[in-house]
């Protein structure tokens, strides 16, 4: 059974700050593996999909790595704002049926 | 609107009650979702639907109903609410293809006392 783990379970940063969202991953039979933000009381944004067959994908600041093999996947968000305060969570898509299976997030707070 | 949008956003009921969670989306997308969000728990799915009259378990199934008639339609009831069905619910939608991103609904925080 996939088991997906983000460690820490929350960041603190100064503003400007270069920083690494981690995620991991036990079953490397993915389809995908999928980063979203969310902001409190609010739903989910995609952010970056990984395709399994690519090694990284990028939007804007945001770049995401995955290395099958080892089981992981990192966010790498650049020049650090306060408006990236939010929880980002990543998600692997499974081969085996039509399910994401979640980390448990990492709060991110960006402090001006 | 355009989008995914679920209703009620907030919603208290008494155990036993049947409830009823609603989700439109506008995009046509084949695929939808109901997920259930609970500290310590993370994300969990309850049951998808591939098309209109197509719907299948997810993780976290029992207690739950659900029926897709139309395609921007995807309701889920609580046949009689429980305590521990205390969470927020999400709702989301993607297109046809394995690599199409995933978008959510607001969500509904549920209570049920």
């Known amino acids: 059974k996939q088991e997906v783990t983000q460690i820490p379970a929350a960041l603190s940063v100064p503003e400007g700050e270069n920083l690494v969202l981690n995620c991991s991953f036990t079953?490397?039979?993915?389809?995908?593996l999928q980063w979203f933000r969310q902001d409190p009381g609010k739903g989910l944004t995609s952010l970056l999909l990984i395709q399994s067959s690519q090694r990284e994908q990028t939007s804007g600041r945001l770049n995401a790595s995955l290395d099958k093999s080892s089981g992981r996947s990192t966010l790498y968000i650049a020049a650090s704002q306060p408006g990236d305060s939010a929880t980002y969570l990543c998600a692997t898509l499974m081969d085996s049926n039509y399910q994401l299976i979640w980390g448990a997030g990492t709060k991110l707070i960006i402090k001006p | 609107d355009a989008g995914i949008t679920q209703s009620p956003r907030y919603k208290i009921t008494e155990t036993g009650r049947q409830v009823t969670l609603m989700c439109h989306q506008t995009?046509?997308?084949?695929?939808m979702f109901w997920y259930r969000q609970d500290l310590g728990h993370g994300l969990r799915l309850i049951y998808y639907s591939a098309a209109a009259d197509i719907t299948d378990k997810g993780e976290v199934p029992d207690g739950y109903v659900v029926s897709r008639s139309k395609t921007e339609n995807f309701p889920l009831t609580l046949e009689s609410a429980t305590r521990s069905q205390t969470s927020v619910y999400f709702c989301?939608?993607?297109?046809?293809?394995?690599?199409?991103?995933?978008?959510f609904g607001q969500g509904t925080r549920l209570t049920v006392v």
């Open positions: 989301a939608s993607s297109g046809d293809g394995m690599n199409t991103e995933a978008f």
């Open positions: 995009w046509s997308h084949s695929y």
């Open positions: 079953d490397s039979a993915i389809y995908n």
